[in-house]
Structure formats: structure tokens, C-alpha cells
């Protein structure tokens, strides 16, 4: 079986609120998946656009980037037609911090989306690799912002 690459980027949007860092996530799946936003890198994208435009989209919220946090990488397969096509994917996440927006006004990609405390974040987003992502986000916004 043939091994495509997708390149991917994310973010992971936060806000100060009452003492606290809260992140934005969305829930797709019927509502049941809680993830971070981020999409496919489209021709002419650099991987920074790409994760603006994604956090944009599917949060309804805007953000400055502060930097990238790092990457994830998987395989997965997926099942077009009578084929199944196997991916190699590689996902930048980079940190942003909230501007403007409502979380109200995602795209109908997704099912949901909310802000969450920090360490809740971490609890409730479904993947461990994202759990390890918004770890790595919650020490740089402690020690560089």
C-alpha cells in the first residue's frame, strides 16, 4: 500500500481569564471528540498561515501567533471508495494568543466549541499527543509570557 504525506497545521488559542489560562477547543465527531483546531496546509500557505486560518475557521476566534510549539506525527488510514489509502501526517502546533472572536462563530466543520481551563484542556481533548501539546503550551505561557 502506497503511503501519502499531509502536512497539517494547528493551534492552540488561549486566553487570560479571571486568574486563569483557558484554551479553546472544538468537538467534532457528533460533538463527542474534543481536539485542537487545525487543518491542511493549502497550496501557497506557509505553516503558520495555515494554523491562523484553521484556528480561525474552526473557533470563530482570532489570535496573535506567539511561536510554534512543535509538531506530532502519525499514520493513519482512511477508506475512499474501494480503496483504502494509507497517510503519513505531520502536524505543526503553534501558540496564539486570543484577540478577538467568539467561540460561537466556528465553522460547520466542527460541532462545537469552547474554552476550557487549562489543566481541563488537558483532561478533556481526546488524543495524547495533544494532551502533550497543550502541556508544552501551558510551560511556555509560564515562562516566556
Known sequence: ?????????GGIIFRRFNDSIDVALIAVKGGTVWRLPKGLVE???????????EVKEETGLDGKI????????????HKEAEETKRFFKIVYFFLMEYTDG????????????????????????????????????????????
Open 66 to 77: 506567539i511561536k510554534m510549539i512543535n509538531h506530532i506525527q502519525y499514520f493513519y488510514a
Open 102 to 145: 467568539d467561540v460561537k462563530n466556528h465553522d460547520n466543520e466542527v460541532n462545537d466549541c469552547q474554552w476550557f481551563q487549562i489543566d481541563e484542556a488537558i483532561e478533556k481533548v481526546e488524543y495524547e499527543n495533544e494532551k502533550e501539546m497543550i502541556k508544552r503550551a501551558k510551560d511556555l505561557i509560564k515562562t516566556t509570557i
Open 43 to 53: 497550496k501557497g500557505e506557509n505553516i503558520a498561515r495555515t494554523a491562523h486560518r
Open 1 to 9: 500500500m502506497k503511503t501519502e504525506k499531509q502536512i497539517s497545521s
